[in-house]
């Protein structure tokens, strides 16, 4: 089957399958491209979602994922510090919202948070939504139901947790937490009413296999949000030396993942200081969406620039 015939077929609905997906590994880029821009426009129009986090906990994570800087597994630089008091994190969420960022969202390290902990967070968000017009979503790793629920009922919309890879590659990129885990957390969010937030990082190691399979599973779990992640090779992780992703192949992915998941927002997330135009390929090839401002522990692009970028494309900032 063709790209376009492909394309044709995803536009009056039809689920994209593994094999098919396996095909477009191949496809010339530029028809792909051009083809996954026409599915985004059909299922999303010229929406586009912009959100900002904050790294509201830092460090000493009791989890060993390989790629990441705030594992106590690792000797990195990265800062270390508890969870931030709700002034704190009212203050970034106001100048957030005043630069027209619509999403906003704290990301704490660690397995999940602690009972105390929760109870200190759901207040900044009621402080945040009393006193902005964001939306809140929250990263807070594996929470249980009675958690979620609690933060559920201060005002969160939407509960962040990456699959980060395919269920099988995951098993080389973390061995303290599974996959599993992961989805219980997510069907536990799920089920108080939350939406769902997932995707993963591209350059572990992870082969094309693995990519296809982890976005069928956002499909499955019916992730609203698809944070496409690049490695960032971080020193004194064991993926320091991982060889960056180039252009083209995030332009790939991008496109695969909008065929795969048509009405998610497809978020270019970590990493896209590493891309020579900042992502704005991307944005023609499927993607919709995108964090701004600086990462957890590597620095990003400014809300000014990334909004800027997103109104010469031609797209509107979801509402």
């Known amino acids: 089957m063709s790209v376009n015939d492909l394309m044709k077929k995803a536009l009056t609905g039809y689920l994209v399958l593994k094999k098919d997906a396996m095909s477009l ?50 000797k990195t630089a990265v800062d270390i510090y508890p969870l931030m008091d709700s002034d704190e994190i009212l203050k970034a ?95 536990a969010a799920k089920k108080v009413g939350l939406q769902i937030c997932s995707g993963g990082i591209m350059g572990l190691g992870e082969s094309w296999e693995d990519r296809i399979d982890m976005a069928i599973m956002l499909r ?30 995030m332009r790939r992915i991008c496109a695969i993942y909008r065929f795969i998941n048509p009405t998610a927002f497809i978020r270019l997330a970590g990493g896209r200081g590493l891309l020579a135009d900042k992502g704005r390929s991307c944005f023609l090839s499927g993607a919709n969406a995108v964090i701004s401002g600086d990462m957890l522990t590597t620095s990003g692009f400014t809300i000014e620039f990334d909004l800027k970028m997103i109104k010469e494309l031609g797209y509107e900032i979801e509402k």
């Open 25 to 74: 590994v191949s496809a010339d880029l530029e028809e792909l491209t051009k083809c996954a821009n026409e599915i985004r426009k059909a299922f999303c129009g010229n929406k586009f979602e912009i959100c900002t986090i904050i790294n509201a906990k830092s460090g000493r994570c009791s989890e060993n994922c390989k790629y990441c800087a705030q594992s106590a597994h690792y």
């Open 93 to 187: 969420a106001k100048h957030n919202d005043t630069a027209g960022v619509q999403r906003f969202s704290p990301v704490t390290s660690g397995r999940k948070l602690n009972e105390d902990e929760v109870d200190s967070l759901c207040k900044s968000i009621q402080a945040i939504l009393k006193n902005t017009n964001l939306k809140i979503c929250a990263s807070c790793g594996l929470l249980d139901e009675k958690a979620l629920q609690k933060m559920k009922d201060a005002g969160l919309s939407r509960y962040h947790n990456n699959l980060e890879s395919s269920k099988n590659y995951f098993k080389t990129v973390c061995t303290t937490h599974t996959t599993q885990d992961k989805l219980n957390t997510i069907s």
């Open 220 to 249: 499955e779990i019916e992730a609203i949000s698809i944070p496409v992640n690049m490695l960032n090779p971080i020193p004194g992780t064991p993926y320091e030396k991982n060889k960056l992703l180039d252009i083209d192949e």
